[in-house]
């Protein structure tokens, strides 16, 4: 064995120790951002979820009006606490589109009767195919999209109360 | 006062590290130039009796705090934060390692004991080897001291005792579990030994087949230790976390793999540099690697710094300080390394067919398979410094893997079975030409059976290659006169291949159910019927539960009796499911109860999972063939030393 090569272990090591002295006091973010803000929706058309509700496709994003998407399910809990929310927004005048994940109808029935229904649309995704596409990585989450199908916002988790506003003002801020 | 007791004596194991490092590194430098033992200073007297007193004094600290739990002193921050009154008592004294403090202080502990017993009984290297391997072993652990004694203090007093404490994690409330760390413990520190006989060993150039046999018994131990641990770590996982699922690439299980992988290529090269004076410097890298590894794990836990279902209470603060000490330790052994290995001779030469050819291969292998899990545990931190999330699992761990675990159990079929130096295929053409007809009905079973998945099919079929294999060596052998270390490898392979045969099994047969019954349903999955015939409420300790009651038959076979439970503990308020398991020696029947639905019918999910038992007796049949062969060694030295005595003795009366 020549010498320089029982170097190498001790470099290695040392490239590992600088990395981690680099990301040790970095702040943890425990958010997954999308990657698709400010990009264009990408073509997708879901299912309907419930018989009597108009499912979500990509072309309904392009008749001008800003939209939220709201990906939920009647199993997240996070999602029942946010309904409330969802439904101050509809009042306001914003329309909303859900993506209903890993779901059941009878379940949803039951979710929309407990928690009210918000939405004009509902596409059921069994396979997080959609969710995946717009870098969503969890449930809920809300997205603002603007009137040619632009994603302009991405809002991770519950909409608590004081997060109505902010919502608004993104929705408008689409809209112009 | 107690509390206190254990501080005091906590300090004073310090105090006494130090001084183990000095006079042991004034021993080797004074005596330098001369391998003669008889001109050891006189300051040598110390160093040992000092290793022996630190791990008394870590003893009495480790049993201070175990008292402070047994009797819930409240007015210990630890026991306030991490126990509770109400808790059985099992669970109280088992609280006293379930967090960060106390499991720091049982690391310590056992790396000084650990210390102390080859400071009292080895005895069969020169004394500048010892007196080096001990002082590296001090300055080890006097690291761990001050991380404990300025960060981490398990014995901290609160101004006002708590009321109450905050209870423990009731996943942690749990027999096995319980027991589960400790015993992983004893395997990654006492890998540091290796560790520090590596360090004593390059800081004396002395790499011998005596310094590898002298090795052997301490890194056997603790690989047996680590086998154990990971084995039923695995087996808690299975049945508590209530997912069916037996590894997960967590980067926690990763951090218990990694040790194992190094310790078992380790075993493996140590063998060769006993028998036969060959990879010396491989064998002192590996050395260094397996302790560095349980180190690494420690900290990519501890710190935070990689997410994790395992999380302990994580504080930036103390991760720097164990990634200092990472940087010291490791860093300092790899600089020695690169300055000294070089000065270390070559060792013997050997043909490519022969057993060192084989186990060098195994050992390229496993240090192959230790890389893509090191690298698929750091990629993350790696991606995440150029801003980039990304998480690693079974997708890329399961094929890359198999890549290097494929050849390596193909040549580990044939190794046992070569003789040391130089060796042919024509000589063992018996047992290979058995080992090909194993391979052969394997392929034939499998595709007979059909609708089996590649990684899958190998395994079942190398499982059965490699159970053949593995008995081959005592073929034409009287059973009664192998020697017991040669049982130990025999059932250490047969152990491999048992493992690897419920790991392919369930992956390729697991029948997966989940429904939802109403009382006096029925719900099928493989060749089970599983009926449900009540829901009750049931108490324990400190939880309320919902039971339910199954009857499940298997193929209309007398049936028996289930009781899954959702759990819900009230301190910490927490909801559990305990899963309900029945074994047969073909498989397990695995259930678990979920949550009612509106119209009054439970959640049921059900698995079969044919033959995935023998997982985990595997994992504990490779643990007791390594049992077997550390007595057999050690027996052998026993035998060794009365001959020496012996010998002397009568070459003294020959004197006389």
Redesign the interface.
Known sequence: ?T?WR??I??LL??G??G???????QP?D?F?HSRMIGKAMPFFQLPQALPDKPTVTSAIFADGKPRLLNIFASWCVPCAAEAPQLQQLRQAGATIVGVDIRDRSEDLT?FLAQNGDPYQAIGADDVSRVQFLLGSSGVPETFVIDGHGVITYQHIGDIRADDVPMLLAKLREAGA | MIAELGLAALWMAAALAILQVVTGLLTVYAGRGGSDDSVLPEIARLTRPSAVMQGLLTIFSFAMLLWVFAITDLSVRLVAENSHSMKPLVFKIAAAWGNHEGSMLLWVTIMSLAGALIALVERRLPERTMQATIAAQGLVALGFYAFLLLSSNPFDRLTFPALEGAGLNPLLQDLGLAFHPPTLYVGYVGLSIAFSFAVGALLTREVTPAFARAMRPWILAAWIFLTLGITAGSYWAYYELGWGGWWFWDPVENASLMPWLAATALLHSVSVLAARDALRTWTIMLGVVAFSMSMLGTFLVRSGILTSVHAFAVDPQRGTFILILLALYIGGALLLFALRAGSIVEGKRFAVASREGALVFNNVMLSAILAIVLLGTLYPLVTEAFGVRVSVGPPYFDPVSAIFVIPMLLVMMVGPLLRWRQDSASRIKGQLLAILAALAVGIIVVVLIGGVHVLPFLGLVLALALAVASLSPLKGRKLRRVPLFTWGMVLAHFGIAMALFGMASDSAFTKEKLTAVGVGETAMVGPWSVKLDGVEPVAGPNWTAMQGNLTASYRGEQPITLTPQSRSFWAPPQQTKESALSTRWNGQLYAVIGEQSAQGRWQLRLWWKPFVIYIWLGGGLVALGGLLSLIGRMMADLRLRMAKRNRALRAGEAAA
């Open positions: 064995m010498r029982l170097w272990p001790l090591f040392a590992f120790i990395l981690a002295a680099y990301l040790l006091p943890k425990d997954v039951r």
